[in-house]
């Protein structure tokens, strides 16, 4: 699963918008997002760096290792595209 499929799911397990979440990681961690970021990351536009897969992690509560086996889902991807 990439890791925008896996964010969406786990925030509409929760009932939660996109800015709702946003929101909790702001409140959580100090940051500054807005929903169109997190719109990003679930369309796989942007991927988050490893401070916002923690945070993810928190506010989701969902295991680290889950984030960053998605993560790496993705990067694996990138370099096997890149190759062609």
């Known amino acids: ?3 925008g499929e896996l964010i969406t799911d ?3 397990a929760r009932g939660w918008s996109q800015g709702r979440l946003a929101s909790a990681i702001n409140d959580a961690f100090g940051t500054n997002l807005d929903r169109e970021y997190i719109s990003r990351w679930e369309r796989s536009k942007v991927t988050p760096g490893p401070f916002y ?3 993810l992690s928190a506010v989701l509560d969902v295991p680290l290792g889950v984030v960053f ?3 790496a889902h ?3 991807d990138a370099r096997v595209t890149a190759a062609w």
Do not use: D, E, F, N
């Open 69 to 71: 086996k998605c993560h």
């Open 1 to 3: 699963m990439a890791i």
């Open 74 to 76: 993705i990067r694996s």
């Open 53 to 55: 897969l923690r945070c």
């Open 10 to 12: 786990l925030r509409k």
